[in-house]
């Protein structure tokens, strides 16, 4: 019995498939080590910028923040970086914009710049007189929001004073002194009378002595 071979367009249909799939593989190998790579160069990225946010943070100056610096990163790498400051209305308080140049490779030319800004506390860096300014201002736009002066209190909050009110009998006034209706306090026995025995202090009455 003779055996059927396969034919030329069964070969090269089969071949086609074949090359279909391994394009298909090797762009998906090519997508995942690009994306590899990527990833450690976001990486790289994030971390020289952290380097140069910290030598921010560590310049107590304010010139210096102003004046920038060089910083070293691994691989024999450089970052130039510097600052630009600018007050709030808040007292203390600074936006201060950093911006670093980062090398991508050792003694190569520094990347395009990269900005970002951050919200720094420093005492340090006010003017008392500006402090002062920023702090009037603050207040006034308080007094004007709440309709009253800090010195002189918010009168809604302060409740009516007692004079003129009618004192329950029996019920000391609110400076710990009676009213004019108040009584008494009962000294011996209840509501006042008389303890038992008729006299006064709760003491039995003397008998009569026996002959």
Partial sequence: MRRRGFTLIEVLVS????????????????????????LQQDEQRLDDIARCRAALMETPGFDDVETGGEIHLPG???????????????????AVQLTCEI??????????????????????????????????????R????????????NSSFISAP???KKLVPGQ????GKGGK??????QNGKNGQPAKGGQP???PAARPAKR
């Fill in 15 to 38: 071949l086609a498939i074949f090359a279909l799939a391994a394009v298909s593989l090797g762009a998906a190998y090519s997508n995942i080590i690009l994306g590899r790579i990527a």
């Fill in 181 to 186: 209706n108040a009584q008494p306090a009962p």
């Fill in 172 to 175: 000391p006034a609110a400076n």
């Fill in 162 to 164: 007692t004079r003129g």
């Fill in 76 to 94: 024999g790498r450089t970052a130039r970086w510097k600052g630009k400051i600018e007050a709030t209305a808040v007292s203390d308080l600074f």
């Fill in 142 to 153: 308080l007094e004007k929001e709440r309709g009253y002066k800090e010195a002189d209190g």
């Fill in 103 to 140: 090398q991508a490779v050792a003694d190569g030319d520094y990347g395009e710049e990269i900005n970002e800004t951050r919200m720094l506390l420093r005492p340090t860096w006010s003017i008392p007189s500006d402090r002062q300014k920023i702090r009037d201002d603050a207040r006034q």
């Fill in 201 to 203: 202090g709760g003491q």
